[in-house]
Each structure stands twice: as C-alpha cells, then as structure tokens.
C-alpha cells in the first residue's frame, strides 16, 4: 500500500509559519492503530485522513489524528485537507460537504487573487460550564497566573463548536506570550471537566484589524501547545457574541485573530459569526495554506 502524503501550513501564506497539519489521501484500508502511528511519525498536533467515498449527504469523509487519538474534528487540518483537495482536483470554487465525527459540515473553497481561502463551517454550538471554585484555582495554578490577570468582565467557560474549548480571558499581551504552563496540572484539570483545550486569548493584540492574540494548550491529548487554532477561534467568536463583545447580526459579523507568535509560527484566521437577535447560532472560520512537501509512505 502507498499512500501520499501532504506537509500543509495552514492559516498562512508563508512558508514554515501558521499551524502544520499533515494530509493523508486515499486512506481507505487503513487501520485505527496505523493512522494514530502515522500521525505519530508525522509528528503534527493533527494529520487528517482522506476517505474519497462519498455516501448519503456527504462527498469525502475526514478523520483526524493527533500523536496519541483520534480527535471529532480539526480545524487548521480541516483548512489543510481542502486547500490539498482542491488542488489536486484542480477546484477553484465549490462547496465540499465533508463528513466528520461531528457530522456533515460544508467547507466552501474561494479563489483568492491566484490562490485560495477555504472556509470552514463548524458544528453547533454549545456553552457548557463556566469553570469556578477548585476547578478555576486549578487553571490558575496550571497557566501559573493570578486573577489580577485575568479580564473580570468575561467568564472562564467551556464552549465547543464541534471539539470544546475553555476560553480563558487575559488583560495583557505580556502575560499571554509569558505563559509557561503545568501539563501535569491541565492534563488533571481536563480529566475532571471532560475538556482537553485552554484557550488563552487578550484583545491586547498589538496589531491594526486584529481584535484578539491567542494560545491554545491541550497537553491531555499529546499537545503541548497549538499555534493556530480553528476550533478555538470558532468557539471564541461564539462566546464572545454571546456576551456582548460583538454584534448579533443574522448577516454575519466578522473579525481576525492571531495566534502562534510565542512559537514563532504566527498565523492569521478569519471567524465570522451568524446569530439570532439573541444568541449567535452559526460559526465559520477560514484561512489560506501553503503545502510544504509531499512524500510517500509504503506500508
């Protein structure tokens, strides 16, 4: 058997910057135990695994690995995978309906001056627990911060739109790229609140049309930190509609993070949220990619 295989830096256009993801095409026959060892030898936070079959309301199915896991669903691999798809089969616009552990999720591929951006719906959004008592004094402990830190006007909260997220609020860009978390702690933490990703974020960006800087930890499941990540901007958007830090609009509003700076891998999303008069009720994010090489592996 061999497969073809994708290096893709997603969520930028330059070269070994953004978040890496690793594309496996055609990977039907593959076993659950070899795509988490490739995903290992690989060694991306993600490698997503291309089933060309469509079936019943879905073109291609899409599974996604970490080092470790199989995880519902990637964001930057999900940018990845199409970005590759679509050059492969030449697409240049279109909507790919794609099946994941989450369900079925458009991803809509956009011509981009001679590029291409690839838009990614996520699944629904959900607001879960807002973390206080031991569990906060925990989180604290674990990203070695004090509540001095923290912004006060918004909530430590688990939201998910398709793989949850705790949204953990800073003041200052300086405390952001000084974080030195605890694994130990966090991966602890996440056993006891069934969510594996902290995503700390500032609205100190300290760049023009950026609102917000971020950095995900997930070290419960392998990573350590993420530099650029769609299912953690995704529910950031959800949640700070939610809480009044945007405009509900049914028309969608939209606004630009950044990520990655403290790894030296800085890469740019855009997340645009739909809602209700009272609550938002969709999410996008997207992005452009670079492939970075292509190899073979022959099992």
């Not at 291309?50 to 996604?64: C, N, P, Q, S, T």
């Not at 099946?99 to 951006?117: A, F, N, S, Y």
């Not at 995503?199 to 917000?212: A, Q, R």
């Amino acid at each position: 058997m061999l497969l073809e295989v994708f290096q893709v830096d997603a969520f930028t256009t330059n070269m070994f910057e953004g978040n890496p993801a690793g594309v496996v095409l055609h990977a039907e026959g593959l076993s659950e135990r070899q795509m988490v060892q490739i995903a290992n030898e690989l060694h991306n936070s993600e490698t997503a695994f291309i089933f060309d079959k469509g079936g019943a309301g879905y073109d291609l199915e899409v599974r996604f690995f970490t080092p470790t896991q199989e995880v519902p669903i990637c964001g930057h691999a999900t940018i990845a995978t199409h970005y590759v798809y679509a050059k492969v089969h030449e697409i240049t616009s279109g909507i790919i309906k794609q099946k994941t552990k989450v369900g079925i999720l458009d991803v809509e591929i956009i011509k981009e001056g001679d590029d291409l951006r690839i838009v990614m719906t996520q699944a629904a959004i959900t607001f879960g627990k807002v973390l206080a008592g031991k569990q906060r004094q925990l989180l604290l402990s674990g990203l070695d911060i004090s509540e001095q830190d923290l912004d006060a006007s918004l909530p430590i909260q688990i939201i998910s739109t398709g793989h949850s997220k705790v949204m953990v609020p800073l003041l200052q860009r300086k405390v952001l790229d000084a974080l030195f978390p605890k694994s130990d702690i966090l991966s602890q933490l996440s056993k006891d609140i069934h969510c594996n990703g902290f995503y700390t974020f500032t609205f100190d960006s300290g760049e023009e049309g950026i609102l917000t800087s971020g950095r995900m930890f997930a070290p419960a499941i392998g990573i350590q930190e993420d530099p650029v990540t769609g299912n953690a901007n995704g529910p950031l958007g959800a949640y700070l509609t939610h809480y009044g830090r945007l405009e509900k609009r049914t028309e969608g509003t939209s606004f630009m993070v950044k990520q990655g700076e403290a790894l030296g891998r800085k890469g740019y999303m855009q997340v645009q949220v739909f809602s209700s008069p009272t609550e938002p009720n969709l999410v996008k994010v997207s992005g452009r990619a670079r492939i970075i090489f292509t190899t073979t592996i022959k099992l």
